[in-house]
């Protein structure tokens, strides 16, 4: 009965280990400006995205009291191996687009929240155009 609970335990160790990795990678970045993120508004400050489960990630700021959670797809290989994150930019507002890491070859996407589409389809915005803000990062 120990050999079985031991060889458990080992198992299940080892299925973690990997999963290990992916939660230690952040991107680091100083973002100057207020934003986005699945219809939450985080000020401008020094914030971290990391990965939480396979298809979500997650974006705090660095002091740990501001949070967002967001369901990412892949888009494409990281041609060009730079740490950055892309925000979509209509007028003053920013929508949080894309996590570009360094380390790993896909770009992870973030969908157009709530409150980007009605910004979108609004006829306030319609004479506005789309910008993309680049903001580099760091991996740690």
Partial sequence: MRTAINLITLVLFCATVPCWGQFNRQL???IPFDFTVNNL????GEYAVWE???????IGNTDGNRRAL?????VAANPERLAKLVFRKYGD???L??????????VMAFGKCRKEKELVTSRLVSGIRVD???VL????
């Fill in 28 to 30: 680091v970045a100083t």
């Fill in 41 to 44: 508004t985080l000020p401008a």
């Fill in 52 to 58: 939480t489960t396979q298809g979500a990630h997650a």
């Fill in 70 to 74: 967001s369901i990412t797809y892949r």
């Fill in 93 to 95: 507002k920013y929508f």
């Fill in 97 to 106: 687009a894309e996590a570009w890491n360094s380390l790993r070859e896909p």
């Fill in 132 to 134: 993309q803000v680049v």
């Fill in 137 to 140: 990062a760091r991996v740690r």
